[in-house]
């Protein structure tokens, strides 16, 4: 059983470029966070989605960002026009969800996004 | 300040000595997570605590929870070189339809000398 997988692992774009972040579930999970790790510091949230839904966006900054999590397919995260502070890595996890079950998420190794 | 912080923001023992980590959070919880995280890696989940309880183990790690203190604390007993990591605790929100998202403290960075 594959755990959470992240590609790519790393990632450099120009200014202006856009960058998109694959996030394949572990098999059976239906819940996706991504979240974001700026350097030295913590995870913060940014999304929360459900197949073909977004439940919670509320740490997606408000222009440039996207994400969606087809019916079929992994779980994109979408930055349009990036800039140098968006340099970070951003980690993807997934829960089984269902009550009693979100609890635990299981982490991917993650992307590293560099902006030159 | 943020909900779940950790303190130290550093520490660093010697191979076979006990560290303890804290954690301190703002709100009420249903439960609280620690999580690994190894330089440049993804996070490990770790262990989870519930609200209802005051003490958990998992292998060389206990965990204890004071819900009237909002504090927490996780204690690796015998540490290796190999714990040397990132070490972060983390509460889901508690109510409403987000009750998924983890709010993570600024964590512990670790460094245990062989």
């Known amino acids: 059983n594959a755990g959470v997988m992240q590609n790519p692992r790393h990632l450099v774009r120009r200014r202006g470029q856009e960058a998109r972040l694959r996030c394949s579930p572990m098999?059976?999970?239906?819940?996706v966070y991504w979240y974001r790790q700026l350097p030295e510091e913590g995870l913060k949230f940014m999304v929360y989605?459900?197949?073909?839904?977004?439940?919670?966006e509320s740490g997606m900054p408000k222009e440039r960002f996207s994400a969606e999590f087809p019916k079929e397919g992994p779980s994109i995260l979408r930055i349009q026009q990036v800039v140098r502070g968006d340099s970070a890595a951003y980690f993807c996890?997934?829960?089984?969800?269902?009550?009693?079950?979100?609890?635990?998420?299981?982490f991917g190794p993650g992307t590293r996004l560099l902006v030159l | 300040s943020q909900q779940g912080e950790e303190d130290p923001q550093a520490l660093s023992i010697q191979e076979g000595e006990n560290a303890t980590m804290n954690c301190s959070y703002k709100?009420?919880?249903?439960?609280l997570q620690w999580y690994r995280q190894n330089s440049g890696r993804g996070l490990v989940h770790l262990i989870l605590?519930?609200?209802?309880?005051r003490e958990k183990h998992s292998g060389r790690l206990r965990v204890t929870l004071d819900t009237s203190k909002k504090s927490s604390s996780l204690l690796i007993t015998a540490s290796r070189a190999a714990d040397t990591a990132s070490y972060f605790c983390?509460?889901?929100?508690?109510?409403?339809?987000?009750?998924?998202?983890?709010?993570f403290g600024q964590g512990t960075i670790l460094t245990v000398h062989p």
């Open positions: 996890a997934s829960s089984p969800g269902g009550t009693g079950r979100w609890e635990t998420q299981y």
């Open positions: 983390a509460t889901p929100n508690a109510g409403g339809t987000s009750y998924g998202k983890l709010t």
């Open positions: 989605l459900q197949k073909e839904n977004i439940i919670d």
């Open positions: 709100t009420s919880i249903n439960n």
């Open positions: 098999k059976g999970h239906s819940h």
């Open positions: 605590i519930r609200s209802n309880e």
